[in-house]
């Protein structure tokens, strides 16, 4: 194949295409968030208690004083799934989305529009991968802020199941607002 033959086929926006920015999506997301959750649990613990907890390095030292190694990975499985679900839906809507404003406003605006066109993209993007990601950044900050061992679940599904009996579905959405404030614009 010659250099315009694989240029072109690169342009085609198709489902294989979409998967695989979806696919992208839920790797780069997912595991990055993943991989960081202990700074990610002194954080939430900091802004929880801030008298208690002082700073990444001090306040590392607390938790494991008082949860252990073991507890610096509270909150793992909520993080994965859940940024998993906001790759998804921010990699592979947003180009679904770029392709679907080209659609509406033609190729020429959308050419002489391009930064307009890829900030709507984004935006919308991110509306529907908030509302994918919210329920698990729910149950993944209250495992992580608990005050007290025991205070709330720490295992997924019993930490799911406290909030789905106690506050239904609108306990698994009362961060989206700030969220929406926060990562859309």
């Known amino acids: 194949r ?3 033959d694989r240029n072109k086929m690169g342009d085609v926006h198709d489902s294989s295409y979409y998967a695989k920015c979806m ?9 990055t968030h ?9 954080k939430c613990r900091s802004q929880a208690e801030p008298k208690k907890y002082t700073g990444l390095v001090q306040g590392y030292g607390v938790y494991k004083a008082e949860y252990g190694t073991a507890g610096l990975k509270i909150g ?15 990699f592979g809507f947003y180009e679904i989305f770029k392709d679907v404003y080209k659609g ?3 190729e020429k605006n959308f050419e002489n529009y391009k ?10 993007a991110e509306v529907i991968a908030d509302v994918l990601l919210c329920p698990f950044e ?12 025991g205070e709330f679940p720490t295992n997924f599904g019993e930490a799911w199941n406290r909030v789905s009996t106690t ?8 961060g989206l607002s700030p969220l929406w404030a926060r990562q859309v614009p």
């Not at 696919?23 to 595991?31: H, K, N, P, T």
């Not at 930064?115 to 919308?124: N, W």
């Open 2 to 4: 010659t250099t315009k």
């Open 115 to 124: 930064t307009v066109g890829f900030l709507v993209a984004s935006a919308c």
């Open 167 to 174: 506050q239904g579905t609108a306990g698994f959405y009362k």
């Open 34 to 42: 993943t991989a960081v959750v202990p700074i990610d649990i002194i």
């Open 76 to 90: 793992w499985l909520p993080t994965l799934i859940g940024y998993s679900f906001q790759g998804f839906g921010k």
């Open 23 to 31: 696919v992208g999506g839920i790797l780069s997301c997912g595991l």
């Open 104 to 106: 509406v406003v033609g």
């Open 138 to 149: 729910a149950i993944k900050v209250k495992m992580q802020t608990a005050s007290k061992p």
